[in-house]
């Protein structure tokens, strides 16, 4: 295999059976622009905190604070994406193009009526929102329209995620990375001029944050959309596919329910623990939200391999070609987890500068050092634990990971995180540990489960 000519057809973009051929390739083709399109949505996150970090550090704890409530709205997106993704990949793998296109057009459906509840409860709660979340008088009064922006204009997060899980479930992972990249540039360009009103533009402050994030992935859906109804895309969508269907609806609907579950039960937990570190101080809260940002930085590209191990997988069933589905996962599993030690390393030895790109302050410095070196501890085993999650899913079997999420991180997880930074005193400290804890015995849980082969007889 040639590496070099790989790489570039994998940013390039082609229409590849990946029901044959080498699996290494197969991987490479799917996962570098899925890894790159996912390094797209980390720059959301990082540009947003580097610039509003020099703001205030209300303004920033607002951004942390929000972000940990909008792992919610993450979550239903990825659970339809995964429904989309799962159907879309196994009608592709059995040559039907056009029941692709049309489970597409009704996970669209979901997405729309699931995102205008979604922007109802965030445009009138936001402040109950941020007041249950620990934030002070302070920070909900400077960050409360920036809020009111994200959650009530959430479709655009949720469209972003589904329409890219379609792209993905076709094998088409390039157009999802160059859609998150549109919206990145345009993220990167308006961001400094909203916040800090540069040229004719008023200073927004933490809200230009939310503005420029909005267009920018806005626009981004807008070019997905175009692709799909009018450009090159395997998938190929018309109103006609929009019509209800009842029982591709409902068939979408619970593998979406599940999804979107055993993330939701993730995001959850990660809100409780946000929680109980929110009880230390504003100082504590930056500093934990920095290290878990350098977290998702890496997180969010690892998702890339994890999908395309999910891809090969619906594929592959799609082709009645269990053993080459279950290969392609282990594979994944293998690349993910070397990834992310390799990362591991570097932020444990980094630790200190890195979070001193976004914050100098002492207190803020020691937390997030501290905070991040624990969690690189148990990178490698959630890299692993990931890939085999998502493998579950991409067979439509959504209940399998849901089950572990809801075992590893409400009946380990948080007790452990309470039971440590509470009951022992180890203050924030000892829910660092819970997360390392509860990420290693994941992985473990994973792959006994995998190697039990239940997914083999999935039908969706």
Same mark, same amino acid.
């Given at each position: 295999?040639?590496?070099?000519?790989?790489?570039i057809?994998?940013i390039?973009g082609t229409?590849?059976?990946?029901?044959?051929?080498?699996?290494?390739?197969?991987?490479?083709?799917?996962?570098?622009?899925?890894?790159?399109e996912m390094?797209?949505?980390?720059?959301?996150s990082?540009?947003?905190?580097?610039y509003?970090?020099q703001?205030?550090n209300e303004?920033?704890a607002?951004?942390?604070?929000t972000?940990a409530v909008?792992?919610?709205?993450?979550s239903?997106?990825?659970g339809?994406?995964?429904?989309?993704?799962?159907?879309?990949?196994?009608r592709?793998?059995?040559?039907k193009?056009?029941?692709?296109?049309?489970?597409a057009?009704?996970? &669209?459906l @979901?997405?729309?009526v699931?995102s205008? #509840? $979604? /922007?109802?409860?965030?445009i009138? !709660?936001?402040a109950? +929102?941020l *007041?249950?979340?620990?934030?002070t008088p302070?920070?909900?009064e400077?960050?409360?329209l920036y809020?009111?922006?994200?959650?009530?204009?959430?479709?655009?997060?949720?469209?972003l995620?589904?329409l890219?899980?379609?792209?993905?479930?076709?094998?088409?992972?390039s157009?999802?990375m160059?859609?998150?990249w549109?919206?990145n540039?345009?993220?990167?360009?308006?961001?400094?001029?909203?916040i800090?009103?540069?040229?004719p533009?008023p200073?927004?402050g933490v809200?230009?944050?939310?503005?420029?994030?909005?267009?920018?992935?806005?626009?981004?859906?807008?070019?997905?959309l175009?692709?799909?109804?009018?450009?090159?895309?395997?998938i190929?969508?018309?109103?006609?596919y929009?019509?209800?269907?009842?029982?591709l609806?409902?068939?979408l609907?619970n &593998?979406? @329910?599940?999804?979107?579950?055993?993330? #939701? $039960? /993730?995001?959850?937990?990660?809100i !409780?623990?946000?929680? +109980?570190? *929110?009880?230390?101080?504003?100082d504590?809260?930056?500093?934990y939200g920095?290290?878990?940002?350098?977290?998702?930085?890496a997180?969010l590209?690892?998702w890339?391999i994890?999908n395309?191990g999910?891809?090969?997988?619906g594929q592959?069933l799609g082709a009645?070609?269990p053993?080459r589905a279950?290969k392609s996962?282990?594979l994944a599993?293998?690349?993910?987890?070397?990834l992310l030690?390799?990362?591991?390393?570097?932020?444990?030895i980094?630790?200190e500068p890195?979070?001193r790109i976004f914050?100098?302050d002492?207190n803020?410095?020691a937390?997030?050092?501290?905070?991040?070196?624990?969690f690189?501890?148990?990178?490698a085993?959630?890299?692993?634990?990931?890939?085999i999650?998502?493998?579950f899913?991409?067979a439509?079997d959504?209940?399998?990971?849901t089950v572990?999420?809801?075992f590893?991180?409400w009946?380990?997880q948080?007790?452990?995180a309470?039971?440590?930074?509470? +009951?022992?005193?180890?203050g924030?400290?000892?829910?660092?540990?819970?997360?390392i804890s509860?990420?290693?015995?994941?992985?473990?849980?994973?792959?006994w489960?995998f190697?039990?082969?239940?997914?083999?007889t999935?039908?969706?």
């Amino acid at each position: 295999m040639n590496i070099v000519k790989t790489l570039i057809e994998a940013i390039k973009g082609t229409e590849t059976d990946y029901t044959k051929g080498d699996i290494n390739r197969a991987i490479i083709l799917l996962s570098i622009p899925m890894i790159i399109e996912m390094l797209g949505e980390s720059l959301f996150s990082i540009v947003d905190a580097y610039y509003v970090s020099q703001v205030s550090n209300e303004a920033f704890a607002t951004v942390i604070l929000t972000e940990a409530v909008s792992s919610i709205i993450y979550s239903l997106a990825i659970g339809i994406s995964i429904a989309a993704t799962a159907l879309v990949a196994r009608r592709i793998g059995e040559k039907k193009p056009e029941a692709a296109a049309e489970a597409a057009a009704q996970a &669209i459906l @979901i997405a729309l009526v699931v995102s205008i #509840i $979604i /922007s109802l409860v965030g445009i009138f !709660f936001s402040a109950e +929102i941020l *007041a249950l979340m620990g934030a002070t008088p302070a920070v909900i009064e400077q960050g409360l329209l920036y809020t009111q922006i994200i959650l009530g204009f959430n479709m655009v997060i949720m469209l972003l995620f589904i329409l890219n899980g379609i792209f993905r479930g076709a094998g088409d992972a390039s157009m999802a990375m160059r859609s998150l990249w549109v919206a990145n540039i345009i993220n990167l360009a308006l961001d400094p001029i909203l916040i800090f009103g540069w040229g004719p533009f008023p200073e927004m402050g933490v809200v230009g944050a939310a503005v420029a994030t909005t267009i920018g992935r806005g626009l981004a859906v807008c070019f997905q959309l175009y692709v799909l109804f009018r450009g090159s895309s395997i998938i190929k969508l018309t109103k006609a596919y929009f019509q209800p269907k009842v029982a591709l609806l409902k068939k979408l609907t619970n &593998i979406a @329910i599940t999804g979107a579950g055993q993330h #939701i $039960i /993730s995001s959850a937990s990660w809100i !409780f623990l946000m929680y +109980i570190v *929110a009880r230390y101080g504003t100082d504590v809260v930056n500093g934990y939200g920095l290290a878990i940002k350098y977290i998702v930085l890496a997180i969010l590209p690892a998702w890339g391999i994890s999908n395309a191990g999910a891809t090969l997988m619906g594929q592959n069933l799609g082709a009645k070609q269990p053993d080459r589905a279950s290969k392609s996962v282990w594979l994944a599993a293998l690349y993910n987890g070397i990834l992310l030690l390799t990362v591991a390393i570097i932020y444990y030895i980094y630790a200190e500068p890195l979070i001193r790109i976004f914050n100098t302050d002492p207190n803020v410095v020691a937390v997030g050092v501290e905070s991040l070196q624990i969690f690189a501890m148990g990178y490698a085993s959630y890299g692993v634990a990931m890939v085999i999650n998502q493998a579950f899913s991409g067979a439509g079997d959504t209940r399998t990971p849901t089950v572990v999420n809801i075992f590893t991180f409400w009946v380990v997880q948080i007790p452990l995180a309470y039971y440590l930074s509470t +009951i022992l005193d180890w203050g924030p400290t000892g829910v660092y540990w819970a997360v390392i804890s509860s990420e290693t015995m994941m992985m473990c849980i994973c792959i006994w489960l995998f190697r039990q082969g239940s997914w083999r007889t999935v039908e969706v």
